[in-house]
């Protein structure tokens, strides 16, 4: 079957741009949980007394399962739709936001934050704009794939400081249910607009040459079609690379500054308010470095982009411990802009050379990439919190960031530019 733009795509107005529009909305509703742990922490350690690890497991679990389901999610989106699976993966992220307002022990915290989050965060992210952009756009991927991935810093910039000062005033419990009820509303939207693929609107991708024809629907169980990947996959250097390069972006970004910054601001005298702002203004740079990014990755070496990316990065926590200080000052603020540039840059570049050296397997082997990146916020989120319970302070988790970012920008170099698999 041969199917061509319609008249409106000649016109600009391509229906892939309503569905990365929605897109871009869902990715910001299930972000409202980014914003959420590293306020709410002081607050639940005031009230319930629970240390820092017990807190920093309950995330590190949640980080595990947004990880590991983002392969599966990968192919259950190929097997039961982009709909179905978005939608299911909002509401629960509702339930465990909402359902925390009633919980009294620790073991509760993991489970709403932990499980029901985790599972719901991981079962669209990256992974659902990945496949948002492959299906939809054979021109402006990059682009497009930077400006979802800049969907949850939007999500961050716009609920970090709700849930910052609802925590602060009202109490940590109607912050969480703005997040439950931010994710819900997404819902309809998402059952409204998206399309699995643009066949399903009579359509070609955007910027697909005349004549396309689409590419054979996946079949088989999505749980086997996600193994093969990574058994595919792990045969290959390029892969380890790509997932060990990403694994420390988790570390150093929603592992450490994500959760940990707050806190760590705390210590020295900062107003929790204060530093969430602060971690607000890094997802207003971050929408900005993540498209731009995209941009660049449309147009240059991607693995130049990662290496660049890495080495400011590991900059930036080598020279954390020496900027945080009771009030804001300009140096901080410098800290904030670069650190916010920086933040996701890093994903526009991975999911093309994901692309790149395998082809078709690539949304599935990028689910599988994303997930070491998520372990290894899971990893880093667990030891900075364990390092803060024992040392009395976070800076040799700056440290440890900053020497795993040059370990970063190696292996961004292990594949050849243009090449196939190593």
């Known amino acids: 079957m041969t199917i061509s733009s319609p008249p409106l795509a000649r016109r600009g107005l391509h229906p892939a741009w309503a569905v990365a529009a929605v897109a871009f909305l869902a990715l910001i509703g299930a972000a409202g949980f980014r914003a959420a742990p590293g306020a709410l922490m002081v607050p639940l350690h005031d009230e319930f007394g629970w240390s820092t690890s017990v807190m920093s497991l309950a995330v590190s679990i949640n980080l595990v399962l947004f990880g590991l389901t983002a392969p599966f999610a990968a192919a259950l989106m190929d097997r039961f739709g982009v709909r179905r699976v978005v939608a ?194 890094v997802g207003v740079f971050d929408i900005v470095g993540t498209i731009a990014s995209g941009w660049l990755t449309d147009r240059f070496d991607p693995r130049a982009l990662l290496v660049a990316y890495y080495l400011f990065r590991g900059l930036g926590l080598l020279l954390l411990p020496s900027l945080l200080a009771d009030a804001v000052h300009p140096s901080m603020v410098l800290f904030i802009v670069t650190y916010g540039l920086d933040w996701v840059a890093t994903v526009p570049p991975t999911a093309a050379l994901c692309r790149e050296a395998f082809g078709e397997r690539g949304t599935i082997v990028f689910g599988w990439v994303f997930a070491s990146h998520q372990l290894g916020a899971a990893a880093a989120a667990l030891a900075a919190g364990v390092i803060r319970d024992q040392l009395g302070t976070y800076t040799w988790a700056w440290w440890g960031g900053a020497a795993l970012c040059a370990l970063a920008a190696v292996l961004s170099l292990m594949r050849r530019p243009g090449s196939k698999l190593l």
Not at 251 to 271: E, K, Q, R, V, Y
């Open 88 to 281: 299911a993966a909002l509401s629960l992220v509702a339930l465990g936001a909402g359902g925390s307002v009633l919980m009294t022990a620790s073991w509760q915290l993991v489970v709403c934050w932990g499980v029901l989050i985790g599972l719901g965060t991981g079962s669209m992210a990256l992974v659902f704009a990945a496949t948002v952009a492959n299906r939809w756009f054979e021109q402006r991927r990059g682009l497009v794939m930077g400006i979802l991935t800049a969907g949850s810093a939007t999500g961050q910039l716009v609920f970090l400081p709700i849930v910052a000062a609802l925590a602060d005033g009202a109490g940590w419990r109607p912050a969480s249910l703005v997040i439950a009820g931010a994710a819900l509303a997404v819902v309809p939207v998402v059952w409204l607009v998206v399309r699995d693929h643009p066949e399903d609107r009579g359509v070609a991708p955007y910027g697909a040459e005349p004549g396309w024809t689409p590419a054979p629907r996946a079949e088989g169980g999505a749980t086997r079609r996600a193994i093969e990947g990574l058994a595919y996959a792990a045969r290959h250097r390029a892969f380890w690379a790509l997932a060990g390069a990403f694994a420390i972006c988790g570390a150093t970004t929603n592992g450490l500054i994500g959760i940990h910054f707050i806190p760590s601001a705390h210590d020295h005298g900062m107003p929790a308010t204060t530093a969430a702002g602060l971690l607000a203004v």
